[in-house]
């Protein structure tokens, strides 16, 4: 009895010893996993940090790209201030390189295109009525013009208008251009080589133009955009030789300034 009981109690301290062992080692596996557990939960804090502000950049860099593209469309349709301008005075150039080639001298305001597609003349002296509006000195005003721009001798039937031009043309048919209306022009020296009469031509066609020169600046003024607040004054401020025009341009926007001179 004394035995079994020793036994019995042996077994106990046997078992607590044990129990003890293993709360011993769960306590140490416990201590040695909280801060395996801790590094853990920070690095998916760290990662859902990272995460969100690469989510944030990334919002951030498609708002700008949209606004970019947005203000890239409109300027699409609103040109600059000083393109507007640069355009204004590249259309001067062009207008006064356009002009040398179209009008033989701006100080004369009118003229007439006569074309002649028969002549069965006799001579050289044509004649024809450019029917020229009264009040036209013809022997000090009128002048001749072939299509390859050289002054042609001529004459006309009448010192006032309304008057027939006779001219001497170095070909029955073709293109002749007769310009008047310059109250400061004086008679040519060759007045006197040409006779004051000549024959029609059994076949022409003749139509009245006027000179280009005031037709610029309204155009300019209708078709220039201006920029809020904006305004284009134009005008003729002289001629540069016989056929280009010096411009006064006053151009006014809220971003842009020019007062001067373009030709």
């Known amino acids: 009895m004394i035995d079994y009981e020793r036994r019995l109690g042996q077994s106990i301290l046997i078992e607590g010893a044990q129990v003890h062992s293993k709360r011993t080692e769960t306590a140490a596996i416990i201590r040695e996993d909280s801060p395996s557990r801790s590094r853990r939960l920070n690095r998916r804090a760290q990662f859902m940090v990272v995460t969100i502000v690469l989510i944030g950049i990334a919002f951030f860099s498609m708002y700008l790209l949209v606004r970019t593209v947005d203000r890239n469309s409109a300027m699409m349709f609103e040109q600059p201030d000083t393109t507007n301008f640069e355009n204004l005075h590249d259309a001067v ?103 004051a009469a000549g024959e029609v031509p059994s076949a022409y066609t003749i139509s009245a133009e006027t000179s280009p020169a005031p037709k610029f600046c309204p155009h300019a003024e209708d078709i220039v955009p201006a920029s809020a607040g904006g305004k284009l004054d134009c005008s003729i401020q002289n001629l540069i030789g016989n056929n280009k025009i010096n411009y006064a341009i006053d151009y006014q926007t809220l971003g842009f300034s020019f007062s001067g001179y373009l030709s």
Not at 114 to 139: E, F, H, K, Y
Not at 160 to 179: D, E, H, L, N, R
């Open 93 to 195: 150039i062009q207008r006064n390189a356009w002009i040398q080639s179209y009008w033989w001298n701006l100080n004369w305001e009118n003229r007439a295109v006569v074309n002649v597609t028969s002549a069965d003349t006799l001579g050289d002296a044509l004649m024809v009525n450019p029917n020229i509006q009264s009040g036209i000195d013809c022997r000090k005003e009128i002048r001749v013009i072939d299509s390859a721009g050289a002054e042609l001798k001529s004459n006309a039937n009448s010192e006032q208008s309304p008057c027939s031009v006779v001219f001497i043309a170095p070909s029955k048919t073709g293109a002749y251009y007769i310009y008047w209306n310059n109250p400061a022009a004086t008679e040519p020296s060759y007045r006197a080589e040409v006779a």
